[in-house]
C-alpha cells in the first residue's frame, strides 16, 4: 500500500507533554529516578481488587464497579467495569532499592525482538516483569489510557491502536550495518533463552530498521492470477498497484478503532467501504483510482461469431446421411431373399445400420446450439451408434472365421443365435454403464469459453465439456479398440472361400474409420486454441462423422447392393450358397458338400493319371521297371482307400449340422 513499517518503543503523547526529555533514548539513559517513578506497574482485576481496593471492590470506587466474575480476575482493562490500574512496587521505589526500575512492556517471548540487548548495553532502567499476550498488550494500552497513567512498550507501525490512544514513538539508537551484522542471533522464541543470548554484543544493541510493509491477499485472490487471462479478474493487479497516503491509512485506522463493534472482523471492511463512497463521486478522485487498474480492463465482451453457413452445410450433410441409411435400409428389405444378403446375415445388417442412424443423428446434435441436453445427447449417440455399428459386425465376422476354420479341420461347431446376441448385449451394456457413469459423475455440459482477441476485448462461445478429459479419452479408446478389431479379424478372414470372404469390405471400412478417428481427435485436441470458432469446430466435427457413416455405407454395402442388382449366379451356385436348413437355422453343409466334390474331382483326375501311368509301366521291360510298377501300385491301392474314406466322410457330413445366426 506504500507505507513504511515502524518497530519501537511508544509512550503517551500526554507523557511526553509532562517529560519532553523522554522523546529520545537519551532522556532514557542513566534517568533511574525518573523511569522509576513514572513507569509503574499494570495490575489486573483481581489483584487490585484483593491487595489495593479498600472495599475489595464491593463499592464502585471509579476503577473498579464490582468484583470480578470467574475468568476475570486476570484482565488489566475491561471496559465500563474496571478501568485498570498501575502501582508502583519495590521495585519503583528508589528509597530503598538502589537498583530501582521502571516497567516496560515487551513483545511476547514467542515473538522475536532485541529489547534486552538494547535495555543492557544503554543502560536504561527499565525492566520486564513477566510475560504478556497480545491481548495483554491491548488492555494494558486501553488502561494507560483510560487512566492516564504512562506506560513505554514495543509495538508497531501502523496499527490503528497507535492512532486510537495518540500514542508516540520514541527515538532509538541510530541503525547501522556494523549494528545489523552483529544483532544477537534471531530466536523467534525467546521464552527458553538465557540471558546471554539475548544481550549480545554492544555493536548489536541500535533501534530497529524501517521495512517496507507486504500487502497480503485471501489465497483466492492469488489463484485467480491463474485463470484464462480473458477471464482473469483485474482486482489482484489493481490491488497491487494502489498506493495511499500515511494520512488517509492513519485516518481510516483510526476509524477502525473507534468503531468497536466487530474490531478484527467486520469492521476494517466497513471503514474501506465508507471511504470510497465517500469519494466516489470525485471526478479527480475517479481519474485518480483509474491510474490504477492496470492495462486492458475494463473488458469489452463481444458475443462470438455464429457461421451459420457452415452449420447449415454440416446440418444438411447429416441430413443426407441420415437419409442414405434409410435408403439403404430400403435396399435390404427388397433384396431380402438374394443369396448375397442371405449369406450376410439380415438380422446383423439391420443392427449395423441402426449403429449408423443413431451416427447421424450425433451429426445432427452437433450443429444445435450448446445446451446441457444436446451435449450429453452428443457424447451418447455417437458413442452408442459406434458400439452398434460394430459390434454386431465383428461378431458376425469372428463367428464365420471360427466356423471355416473348424470346417477345415473336420470338426462340428455349433454358434447360437442367441450366444451372439448375449455377447452383443454385453458390448452394449458396458458401453451404457460407462455414459451413465459419465453423466452422472462429470457431466458433458454446456460451459462458456472466453478468448482475448485483443487487448481488451473478450469472445464469448459456448460449448460443451467436462472437468476432465479422461473421460472423452476413454470413449475415443472404445473406439479404436473396436476399430483395431476389424483390422484384425479382416486379416484373419483374407483366406476365406469367397461367398464368405468379406475382408475387403471390413479392411477398407476400418481404415475410413481409423482415419476419421485421427481428424476428429485432431479437431478436440491437436488443433491450437482460437483456430475454430466454436460454432465452426462443432460443424466440422458434425462433418467428419456424417463423412464417416457415409464412407462406410459406401464401402460395406455398396458392392453387395451392385452385385445383387447386376451381379449374375449360375443355378448350382444359388443351390449350393442357400445357407438356411428347415429350422432356420445358417447350415454348412452344402459348403462342406461343395469342397467335397471339389476334392472328389482332384482325387479322381489323380487316380485317371495314375492309372495311366500302371498302364504304360505293364508295357515296358518288366526287368528294368519293376520297382516302379510295384510303387505305382502302392499308390493307387492307397489313393482308392482314402477315397472310400472321403465317401463315408460325406455321408456323416450329411447327417450333421453346422450352424450360424
Known amino acids: 500500500n506504500g507505507m513504511v513499517g515502524h518497530l519501537g518503543w511508544y509512550v503517551s503523547t500526554q507523557t511526553i507533554r509532562e517529560h519532553p526529555g523522554l522523546a529520545s533514548h537519551w532522556g532514557l539513559r542513566s534517568n533511574r529516578v525518573l523511569l522509576a517513578e513514572v513507569f509503574k506497574r499494570p495490575t489486573t482485576w483481581g489483584d487490585y481488587c484483593e491487595q489495593i481496593s479498600t472495599t475489595k471492590c464491593e463499592v464502585d470506587d471509579g476503577i473498579a464497579t464490582k468484583t470480578p466474575d470467574e475468568g476475570e480476575e486476570n484482565l488489566?482493562?475491561?471496559?465500563?467495569?474496571?478501568?485498570?490500574?498501575?502501582?508502583?512496587?519495590?521495585?519503583?521505589?528508589?528509597?530503598?532499592?538502589?537498583?530501582?526500575?521502571?516497567?516496560?512492556?515487551?513483545?511476547?517471548?514467542?515473538?522475536?525482538?532485541?529489547?534486552?540487548?538494547?535495555?543492557?548495553?544503554?543502560?536504561?532502567?527499565?525492566?520486564?516483569?513477566?510475560?504478556y499476550s497480545y491481548s495483554d498488550i491491548l488492555q494494558i494500552m486501553a488502561a494507560s489510557n483510560a487512566t492516564?497513567?504512562?506506560?513505554?512498550?514495543?509495538?508497531?507501525?501502523?496499527?490503528?491502536?497507535?492512532?486510537?490512544?495518540?500514542?508516540?514513538?520514541?527515538?532509538?539508537?541510530?541503525?547501522?550495518?556494523?549494528?545489523?551484522?552483529?544483532?544477537p542471533e534471531p530466536i523467534p522464541n525467546r521464552c527458553n533463552a538465557t540471558l546471554e543470548e539475548l544481550i549480545g554484543t554492544e555493536e548489536g544493541s541500535c533501534g530497529y530498521t524501517p521495512h517496507r510493509l507486504e500487502t497480503m491477499y485471501s489465497l483466492a485472490l492469488g489463484e485467480s492470477m491463474n485463470d484464462p487471462e480473458a477471464i482473469r479478474s483485474p482486482a489482484y493487479q489493481t490491488l497491487r498497484n494502489i498506493k495511499l497516503s500515511d494520512v488517509v491509512m492513519n485516518e481510516m485506522m483510526l476509524k477502525w478503532m473507534n468503531r468497536g463493534i466487530d474490531t478484527y472482523g467486520y469492521d476494517p471492511r466497513e471503514v474501506v467501504c465508507e471511504w470510497a463512497a465517500r469519494h466516489v463521486g470525485n471526478e479527480n478522485f475517479l481519474?485518480?483510482?483509474?491510474?490504477?487498474?492496470?492495462?486492458?480492463?475494463?473488458?469489452?465482451?463481444?458475443?462470438?461469431?455464429?457461421?451459420?453457413?457452415?452449420?447449415?452445410?454440416?446440418t444438411a450433410f447429416a441430413a443426407l446421411t441420415l437419409l442414405l441409411v434409410t435408403m439403404t435400409a430400403w435396399s435390404l428389405f427388397f433384396y431380402c431373399n438374394h443369396p448375397i444378403m442371405k449369406r450376410a446375415q439380415?438380422?446383423?445388417?439391420?443392427?449395423?445400420?441402426?449403429?449408423?442412424?443413431?451416427?447421424?443423428?450425433?451429426?445432427?446434435?452437433?450443429?444445435?446450439?450448446?445446451?446441457?441436453?444436446?451435449?450429453?445427447?452428443?457424447?451418447?449417440?455417437e458413442l452408442i451408434g459406434y458400439t452398434q455399428g460394430l459390434v454386431p459386425l465383428l461378431l458376425k465376422v469372428a463367428a464365420i472365421n471360427r466356423l471355416l476354420r473348424n470346417a477345415r479341420r473336420m470338426r462340428r461347431v455349433t454358434i447360437t443365435q442367441a450366444y451372439l446376441y448375449?455377447?452383443?448385449?454385453?458390448a452394449v451394456a458396458l458401453v451404457l454403464i460407462?455414459?451413465?457413469?459419465?453423466?452422472?459423475?462429470?457431466?458433458?455440459?454446456?460451459?462458456?469459453?472466453?478468448?482475448l482477441v485483443s487487448d481488451n476485448n473478450v469472445q464469448i462461445s459456448l460449448g460443451c465439456s467436462s472437468r476432465s478429459s479422461l473421460w472423452l479419452g476413454a470413449a475415443f479408446l472404445w473406439e479404436a479398440i473396436c476399430i483395431f478389431a476389424a483390422a484384425l479379424l479382416a486379416f484373419q478372414s483374407r483366406g476365406n472361400e469367397h461367398r464368405f470372404n468379406e475382408s475387403?469390405?471390413?479392411?477398407?471400412?476400418?481404415?475410413?474409420?481409423f482415419i476419421f478417428l485421427v481428424l476428429r481427435l485432431g479437431v478436440v485436441w491437436l488443433l491450437p486454441s482460437g483456430t475454430l470458432d466454436k460454432s465452426t469446430?462443432?460443424?466440422?466435427?458434425?462433418?467428419?462423422?456424417?463423412?464417416?457413416?457415409?464412407?462406410?455405407?459406401?464401402?460395406?454395402?455398396?458392392?453387395?447392393?451392385?452385385?445383387?442388382?447386376?451381379?449374375?449366379?449360375?443355378?448350382?451356385?444359388?443351390?449350393?450358397?442357400?445357407?438356411?436348413?428347415?429350422?432356420?437355422?445358417?447350415?454348412?453343409?452344402?459348403?462342406?458338400?461343395?469342397?467335397?466334390?471339389?476334392?472328389?474331382?482332384?482325387?479322381?483326375?489323380?487316380?485317371?493319371?495314375?492309372?495311366?501311368?500302371?498302364?504304360?509301366?505293364?508295357?515296358?521291360?518288366?526287368?528294368?521297371?519293376?520297382?516302379?510298377?510295384?510303387?505305382?501300385?502302392?499308390?493307387?491301392?492307397?489313393?482308392?482307400?482314402?477315397?472310400?474314406?472321403?465317401?463315408?466322410?460325406?455321408?456323416?457330413?450329411?447327417?450333421?449340422?453346422?450352424?450360424?445366426?
Open 76 to 131: 488489566y482493562f475491561a471496559r465500563g467495569v474496571y478501568a485498570g490500574h498501575f502501582r508502583a512496587t519495590k521495585k519503583n521505589n528508589c528509597s530503598t532499592n538502589e537498583n530501582c526500575t521502571g516497567h516496560f512492556i515487551d513483545y511476547p517471548c514467542y515473538w522475536s525482538a532485541y529489547t534486552d540487548s538494547q535495555l543492557y548495553w544503554n543502560d536504561i532502567p527499565l525492566e520486564k516483569d513477566g510475560e
Open 422 to 426: 448375449k455377447c452383443q448385449a454385453v
Open 148 to 183: 492516564g497513567s504512562p506506560a513505554i512498550f514495543l509495538w508497531w507501525y501502523p496499527d490503528g491502536n497507535i492512532e486510537k490512544y495518540d500514542f508516540f514513538r520514541i527515538k532509538l539508537m541510530e541503525t547501522s550495518s556494523v549494528c545489523m551484522e552483529n544483532r
Open 434 to 451: 460407462f455414459l451413465i457413469c459419465w453423466t452422472i459423475v462429470d457431466p458433458w455440459t454446456k460451459i462458456e469459453g472466453s478468448e
Open 504 to 513: 475387403t469390405e471390413v479392411g477398407n471400412m476400418a481404415y475410413s474409420h
Open 537 to 661: 469446430q462443432d460443424a466440422t466435427y458434425s462433418f467428419l462423422l456424417s463423412a464417416d457413416s457415409t464412407f462406410a455405407l459406401v464401402l460395406y454395402f455398396g458392392p453387395k447392393i451392385y452385385a445383387c442388382k447386376w451381379g449374375t449366379h449360375d443355378e448350382e451356385s444359388r443351390r449350393t450358397s442357400n445357407p438356411r436348413n428347415s429350422e432356420g437355422e445358417i447350415s454348412l453343409e452344402n459348403l462342406y458338400k461343395e469342397k467335397y466334390l471339389k476334392a472328389e474331382s482332384e482325387k479322381n483326375a489323380l487316380t485317371k493319371e495314375l492309372e495311366e501311368t500302371h498302364n504304360a509301366l505293364l508295357m515296358t521291360d518288366d526287368k528294368r521297371i519293376e520297382a516302379e510298377k510295384n510303387l505305382a501300385a502302392m499308390i493307387f491301392q492307397q489313393k482308392q482307400k482314402e477315397s472310400m474314406e472321403d465317401r463315408e466322410t460325406l455321408g456323416l457330413l450329411a447327417r450333421s449340422r453346422s450352424s450360424i445366426v
Open 346 to 381: 439380415l438380422s446383423f445388417l439391420y443392427q449395423f445400420l441402426f449403429g449408423f442412424m443413431m451416427l447421424s443423428v450425433g451429426a445432427i446434435m452437433y450443429t444445435l446450439p450448446p445446451s446441457d441436453a444436446s451435449c450429453v445427447s452428443r457424447v451418447w449417440f
Open 287 to 314: 481519474i485518480d483510482l483509474l491510474r490504477f487498474v492496470p492495462p486492458g480492463y475494463p473488458r469489452n465482451v463481444q458475443e462470438a461469431i455464429f457461421n451459420e453457413s457452415v452449420v447449415f452445410a454440416a
